[in-house]
C-alpha cells in the first residue's frame, strides 16, 4: 500500500480562486483588501517569505505595504508603526515576521496588533476566541491543516487525533481546531511517555516538532492521515519534514509531502483571513 498525497498546492489554488473572487466583488464596492507586512532585520527566510505574501497580494488584487526595518530598530519604533497601522482605513490586516531580533519583546508586538487586524492569529483575545469556539481569524497554518484534511474528502468529527508538539503556533491550536471538528484529541510533547504506542492510535496524525525525519512508520497506524507541518534543511541543502516521507509513505492512508505539503496553505489562509478581517471592517 502506498498513501495517497494531501497536494496542498492543489488545495491551495483552489482556495486562491475564492479569495480571488470575492475581492472582485469587494472592489466592486470599493474595498480593496490591504495587507501591511513589516520586517525587522535581515533574516533570509523571513525575507523569502515576506516576498512570497507580497506576491500573493498583488495577484489576488489586494492593496500590499511592505515595512523593511534596519535590525537595530528600537521596540518603541516598532510599536510607533503598528499604532499606525492599526489606525490605517487601507490596512485590514497587520502582520509581523517573526522571529525578532533578541531586543524586542515579541509578546508585546503581538499584543500590540489590533485584534481586528491580527491577520495571524496570534492575539491573546484571538486565541480565546479560538479556545471559546467563537468567530475569530485562526491562526494561519493550522487553519491550513484542517482545510488539507477536510479537502482531501476526509471526515474529522469521532477520529482520534494525535498532535506531536504544543507549540502557541502549531501545536496548540490546530489541537483547538481538531477538536472544533469533534476529533477527539491528544497531545504528545518531548516530556510525554510512550509517545510511540500513543501516535500509532492516531486516525489523524499531525506532526510539528521542529525535528528532521523524526517520526518514521513505528509512529503510524495503518491507514492513517499524516499531516507534516515540519521543515527543515538537511545538510545537503534538501528540505525534509518532521515525518520520515519515505519510511511513512508505505504505512499512511494519505501523507503530506515537504515541500508542497502544508507550506502553501499558509500564506493562502493569511490572504483568507486578510479578506475577512476587510469584511468585517466593512459591515
Known sequence: MTAQLIQGKQVSDTIRVQIKEKAAELAARGITPGLAVVLVGDDPASRVYVGSKEKACIQLGFYSEVHRLQADTSQEE????IDK???QSTIHGI???LPLPKHIDEKAVIDAISVEKDVDGFHPFSVGNLVIGDDSLLPCTPAGVIELIKHSGIDIAG???VVIGRSNIVGKPVAMLLLREHATVTICHSRTADMQSIAKTADILVVA???AKAI???FVKPGAVVIDVGINRLSDGKLAGDVDFDDVLEVAGYVTPVPGGVGPMTITMLMQN???AAEMANK
Open 274 to 276: 486578510t479578506m475577512k
Open 85 to 87: 497601522l492599526n489606525k
Open 216 to 218: 518514521g512508520r513505528d
Open 209 to 211: 516538532i521542529g525535528r
Open 95 to 97: 502582520l509581523v515576521q
Open 159 to 161: 477520529k482520534h487525533a
Open 78 to 81: 516598532l510599536l510607533q508603526l
